[in-house]
C-alpha cells in the first residue's frame, strides 16, 4: 500500500509502546550475550541436543537478572503487540472501515471455497500468538499488514522486506513461466516478489487463511494485479493436475507439521507440469548454523507462537522432494547468513 493508516492517539502510543518494549528487550539481549561468553558458553562449548543446550545457558545464567528480563520480555512482546493493534484498530475502526472498503476494489479475486475447513493443527494454533490464530479477527489480514507489519515489524527490523523474497524468487532456473502457483500466500509479500521477478506470469495464491488473502488482495489491488487467490492448503491444493510450472513457496513449512510438508511436495509435484520447477524457502536449518545461533532461533520460536519450528529447521527436504519423485534437486542455505534455506527441483520433462 503506498501510504500508512492514521491511527488515532491511544492507539498510536499502544503502537509507540511495543515497539520501545521490542527494541529494550533487544538491548537487554545484548547484556545476556555478554554474560553468555562471561560464562564460558560459546557455540563450540554447548550440548548437540536442544533441550541440553536450552538446559545449560538456564544452569548458567539462573541468577542473571537480564536473563529473567529476557524471558519476561520475549514473553510480553510476542503475546501483546497483537492485542495492541487489534485495539488500535477498534478505536480507529470508523476512520478504518472505509479506507478497507475502497482498497477492496481492484482485479484481485479470492475464491473462498465455501465449506473448506482447515486441517485440525492449523485450527488450533495462534500463530505468532496472534489471538484466535490468523482468522481470530474479522478484520485480521489489515491489522496484520497496516498496523502490525507497518507500525511494529517494520520499525523493530527496518529493511527491505522483500530483498530476500526477491533472491528466493530469482532462484528459480527460468524466467518464462505461464502459470505460478504459491503455497502460503498470507498477505502477500512474496507474491509481490513473485510478481517483480515474473512480471508476464499468471499468479495463483493460496493460503488456509481468508482473512490473510483478503490483505494479500488488497496489496495486490494496490498495485494494479489480477492474482487469483484461492483458500486452501499446500498438501491438498483440489487444483487440478498439471496445470502449473512453477510451485513455489516463502516461510511457510515453519508453520506447518513435517507430514504435512511431505505432503506438500507430493502435491506439488501433481500439479505441475512435466519440466516444471518447485522452489520452496523457509528458516534456516539448524545444522547449517552454530550451536548459539540455532539455540537464539529456537528460544525466539518457543515464545513466539511457533509450534513446528524446530522440527521443520531440523528436517531435511532432499529425501522428500525426491521421493514425491523430483530431480535435479539442489538445496542450501541463502546468502544473509544461513538464515534461510532454500530447495529447488524439477519434474521431470
Ligand atoms: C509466515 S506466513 C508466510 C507468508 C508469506 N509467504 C510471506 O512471504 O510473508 C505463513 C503462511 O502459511 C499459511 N499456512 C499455514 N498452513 C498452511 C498450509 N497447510 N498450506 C498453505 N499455507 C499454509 C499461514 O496461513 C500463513 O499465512
Same mark, same amino acid.
Given at each position: ?90 478505536? +480507529? ?26 486441517? +485440525? ?47 528466493? +524468487? ?80 516463502? +516461510? ?98
Amino acid at each position: 500500500m503506498s501510504s500508512e493508516i492514521n491511527l488515532r492517539q491511544r492507539g498510536r502510543a499502544m503502537m509507540d509502546f511495543e515497539v520501545s518494549a521490542r527494541q529494550k528487550a533487544t538491548a537487554i539481549n545484548r547484556v545476556v550475550e555478554r554474560e553468555l561468553a562471561d560464562h564460558g558458553i560459546t557455540a563450540e562449548s554447548l550440548p548437540d541436543d536442544m533441550d541440553a543446550r536450552h538446559a545449560a545457558i538456564d544452569t548458567a545464567l539462573a541468577g542473571s537478572v537480564a536473563y529473567r528480563w529476557k524471558h519476561m520480555l520475549g514473553d510480553y512482546c510476542s503475546a501483546e503487540h497483537g492485542r495492541a493493534a487489534v485495539a488500535a484498530f477498534e478505536e +480507529a475502526r470508523v476512520d478504518l472501515m472505509p479506507i478497507i472498503a475502497q482498497q477492496n476494489q481492484g482485479a484481485v479475486t479470492i475464491d473462498y471455497r465455501p465449506g473448506f475447513e482447515p486441517p +485440525a493443527y492449523f485450527a488450533r494454533t495462534w500463530f505468532h500468538r496472534t489471538e484466535g490464530g490468523w482468522d481470530g479477527h474479522p478484520q485480521n489480514g489489515f491489522i496484520h499488514g497496516e498496523i502490525v507489519h507497518r507500525k511494529y515489524v517494520s520499525r523493530v527490523f527496518p529493511g527491505d522486506i522483500y530483498g530476500n523474497r526477491r533472491a528466493v +524468487a530469482r532462484l528459480a532456473p527460468r524466467t518464462d513461466y505461464k502459470d505460478i502457483l504459491e503455497l502460503g500466500t498470507s498477505s502477500g509479500h512474496y507474491t509481490v516478489a513473485l510478481s517483480e521477478v515474473f512480471p508476464d506470469a499468471r499468479i495463483t495464491g493460496l493460503d488456509p487463511s481468508p482473512r490473510m488473502l483478503e490483505q494479500a488482495a488488497r496489496v495486490g489491488n494496490a498495485l494494479d494485479k489480477d492474482w487469483h487467490l484461492i483458500v486452501g492448503i499446500g498438501e491438498d491444493t483440489g487444483l487440478p493436475d498439471e496445470s502449473f510450472d512453477l510451485v513455489t513457496s516463502y +516461510a511457510v513449512h515453519h508453520e506447518i507439521p513435517p507430514k504435512a510438508i511431505e505432503a506438500m511436495f507430493a502435491e506439488a509435484f501433481r500439479v505441475l507440469r512435466p519440466g516444471g520447477t518447485v522452489l520452496m524457502a523457509d528458516v534456516g536449518r539448524y545444522r547449517d548454523l552454530d550451536k548459539l545461533t540455532a539455540w537464539r532461533f529456537d528460544w525466539t520460536a518457543r515464545y513466539g507462537g511457533e509450534p513446528f519450528w524446530r522440527a521443520t529447521a531440523t528436517l531435511d527436504f532432499v529425501p522428500l522432494a525426491e521421493k514425491a519423485g523430483f530431480v535435479d534437486i539442489t538445496a542450501g542455505s541463502m546468502q544473509n547468513g544461513d538464515k534461510y534455506y532454500y530447495i529447488r527441483g524439477s519434474k521431470p520433462a
